[in-house]
């Protein structure tokens, strides 16, 4: 069964905002700065 490309589509975008989130934690943890810290700064 095929799902309508629009829930496809936000799916892919849910994803990507995931990724950059996990990259953004990364970053943080590479500085030193506690997780807490880290979800404070801005997704932009």
């Known amino acids: 069964m095929w799902l309508p490309f629009e829930l ?3 799916r892919w975008k ?3 905002v ?3 989130f ?6 943080c943890r ?3 700065k ?3 810290e880290a ?3 801005p997704l932009c």
């Open 34 to 36: 506690c997780f807490d």
């Open 22 to 27: 996990r990259e953004r934690i990364r970053i």
């Open 14 to 16: 849910h994803n990507d």
């Open 30 to 32: 590479e500085q030193h």
């Open 18 to 20: 995931v990724k950059a």
């Open 39 to 41: 979800q404070q700064l």
């Open 8 to 10: 496809v589509r936000a």
